[in-house]
């Protein structure tokens, strides 16, 4: 996750990654986003809100399903990491304000070529 903050320029930030099953990131995404499914991934920013200034440096929590991973990463013909690494790569990115649900097409791309980019970047540096 170094190396993802590095290239994000947020080399002095925190998170956490919280790795669950399907049941439970179900009930997260139905408690807080209103969606009673189970999902990838989900990010909690710390940046956004009433305490956004109460820690600067703590990004937030990205958390992420194990089995939609497991699913997807074979579905996919990638290794399990891969899909968690890209899986982990996509919540950051959510934590550092790009946004592909509520911005329109165009920040879409923007945020799939970041994600293209840096997944490219870690291939390179032997860590994908």
Same mark, same amino acid.
Request: net charge negative; with cysteine; proline share 2%.
């Given at each position: 996750?170094? *190396?993802? +903050?590095?290239?994000?320029?947020? @080399? /002095?930030?925190?998170?956490?990654?919280?790795?669950? %099953?399907?049941?439970k990131i179900r009930a997260i995404?139905?408690?807080? +986003? !209103?969606?009673?499914?189970?999902? /990838?991934?989900? $990010?909690?920013?710390? @940046?956004?809100?009433?305490?956004? !200034?109460?820690?600067?440096?703590?990004?937030?929590?990205?958390?992420?399903?194990?089995?939609?991973?497991?699913?997807?990463? $074979?579905? $996919? !013909?990638?290794?399990?990491?891969?899909? +968690?690494?890209s899986l982990i790569l996509h919540? #950051? +990115?959510?934590?550092?304000?790009?946004?592909?649900?509520? $911005? !329109? %097409?165009?920040?879409?791309?923007?945020? %799939?070529? *970041?994600?293209? %980019?840096?997944?490219?970047?870690?291939? *390179?540096?032997? #860590?994908?």
């Amino acid at each position: 996750m170094e *190396k993802i +903050l590095n290239v994000l320029e947020c @080399q /002095n930030s925190e998170l956490s990654i919280v790795f669950v %099953e399907d049941r439970k990131i179900r009930a997260i995404n139905r408690e807080y +986003l !209103g969606r009673d499914k189970p999902t /990838n991934v989900i $990010s909690f920013s710390m @940046q956004e809100g009433d305490f956004s !200034g109460f820690s600067p440096n703590v990004l937030g929590d990205v958390i992420i399903s194990c089995d939609t991973a497991a699913a997807e990463a $074979s579905e $996919s !013909g990638v290794s399990f990491i891969e899909r +968690l690494l890209s899986l982990i790569l996509h919540g #950051i +990115l959510h934590l550092v304000g790009y946004d592909h649900e509520r $911005s !329109g %097409e165009a920040e879409a791309r923007k945020m %799939e070529k *970041k994600e293209r %980019e840096i997944l490219d970047f870690l291939r *390179k540096e032997g #860590i994908l």
